[in-house]
């Protein structure tokens, strides 16, 4: 029988792009992958688990800062190859950099510019390492 | 010199991922792919330019659809490997289904179901084919 994880578009890696979208402010707080294993995870636990391209490795969002994505609402797109996951985000920050969100830089007359704060220094956040 | 387009991550492919976002509902519409020319185009001309994977060529969105995306908003995100487009959608339909968003499905009980109409035939939007 054709699951439900059969009918996402899995990319020639395994893999398929999440959009983590705050539930509340509805902003776009970050885009991470996930394979096969990471959407089954996330369903079972309710919370956002992905693939860390660069560790190659399962990635519990959350696991070392606290920063726990808790699922409220899976999507899939048309031709199933993109996901938005719809979250409460625990302590506000969903980037490593400490900001609320990762698109923090705006195009502005040719240039990026940082245009939100860093709510908590990273260092705070992972600890000094 | 630096152009800000060389602060974009370009994949293997010379593509990142653009999550096209409605700036009135903040609703995620869909997500597409960009490659260099794509994105300076969408920038000069203040309209979404996507790269079609499927074509391998640069795809004005709603050239034939009439359902052009005015940009009012580029975000790149911490590590800059994906983009937000924050956007007038033209006709409120996003998708080529119809639907306003490529986003319809929604997973409940293990199952994707269709939980947004479809707005406009897919016939009466491209004309029989």
């Not at 395994?14 to 885009?31: C, H, N, T």
């Not at 800062?65 to 048309?78: A, F, M, N, T, Y």
């Amino acid at each position: 029988m054709k699951s439900w994880l059969d009918e996402v578009t899995w990319n020639s890696e395994g893999l398929v792009p999440a959009v983590a979208q705050d539930a509340a402010s509805r902003e776009v707080l970050m885009v991470a992958w996930m394979n096969r294993e990471s959407l089954e995870r996330t369903v079972a636990s309710g919370e956002a688990v992905y693939w860390s391209r660069s560790r190659r490795a399962l990635w519990k969002k959350g696991e070392t800062s606290g920063h726990v994505q808790r699922v409220r609402e899976i999507r899939l797109d048309c031709d199933g190859d993109a996901i938005v996951l719809v979250i409460d985000q625990e302590g506000g920050i969903a980037c490593h950099t400490g900001h609320e969100r990762c698109f923090f830089r705006k195009l502005e007359g040719g240039v990026w510019h940082d245009v939100e704060p860093v709510l908590k220094d990273p260092k705070a956040i992972y600890g000094e390492r």
